[in-house]
């Protein structure tokens, strides 16, 4: 079964600051994505990559960036971080191609007080 | 744009009786797949079923469904639930744009099972 690991599992922010998550696969897959899970509006995507180097937006970008270093790693960024943000993400790989599938990490709530 | 439509966000099923979670999309591109995740309370979503193939049933776990490009619809059938099915159900649809494939989500359907 292929492995993404997401840091931290949980994490409690002040409005302002910057909050930085983390996220790790080892499938040596191209794609890796960023969503947030919220009720009544499933998982939505906030940025994805297809490979080193690469970002793009998704369907909810804003207030959020995203950065790809290497092919393992895909970082999502709050620079500034609200309340409205306080959720669940949850990082995904998968390999290119519309009927692969895609690998989840175990999420990361966020609280923002 | 592209989207997904999960139209019960909850449904209640007592345990042995059959149930269906209805799914329907739009969209413009050809090159597109669909997927059932299922996501158990507290774990990450992970793969049930997919397809890409019209007409053509697909089985995993007991659950089944039909990719129906004529109505654009991608149900969920079981037909007979059990209490360990109990989880949020995710309809997908993954298209290749670009360099990357993007996985449009529904908005999910808790399932629940009562005995």
């Known amino acids: 079964e292929a492995a993404v690991t997401q840091s931290p599992r949980n994490k409690v922010a002040v409005t302002g600051g910057k909050v930085t998550l983390s996220c790790n696969q080892t499938?040596?897959?191209?794609?890796m994505y960023w969503y947030r899970q919220d009720t009544g509006h499933g998982l939505r995507l906030i940025h994805y990559?297809?490979?080193?180097?690469?970002?793009e937006k998704g369907d909810i970008p804003d207030g959020y960036k995203a950065s790809r270093p290497s092919q393992e790693n895909f970082s999502l960024i709050l620079e500034l971080a609200t309340p409205s943000q306080t959720s669940v993400y949850f990082c995904?790989?998968?390999?290119?191609?519309?009927?692969?599938?895609?690998?989840f990490g175990h999420g990361t709530k966020l609280s923002v007080l | 744009g592209d989207s997904v439509t999960q139209t019960e966000g909850l449904v209640t099923v007592t345990e042995g009786l059959p149930v269906m979670l209805n799914c329907t999309y739009q969209?413009?591109?050809?090159?597109?797949?669909f997927f059932w995740y299922v996501q158990y309370l507290n774990e990450a979503p992970k793969l049930l079923l997919r397809?890409?193939?019209?007409?053509k049933r697909t089985e995993h776990q007991g659950f089944h469904a039909t990719l129906h490009k004529s109505s654009s619809s991608f149900h969920l059938q079981k037909s007979s639930v059990q209490l360990s099915d109990s989880a949020l159900y995710y309809c997908?649809?993954?298209?290749?744009?670009?360099?990357?494939?993007?996985?449009?989500f529904g908005e999910g359907t808790k399932l629940t099972v009562s005995s």
């Open positions: 969209t413009a591109y050809s090159d597109v797949a």
């Open positions: 997908a649809l993954r298209k290749n744009q670009g360099g990357s494939a993007k996985l449009i």
């Open positions: 499938n040596n897959h191209n794609n």
């Open positions: 990559s297809y490979g080193a180097g690469s970002t």
């Open positions: 995904a790989s998968g390999r290119q191609g519309s009927n692969e599938r895609l690998f």
């Open positions: 397809s890409s193939t019209d007409n």
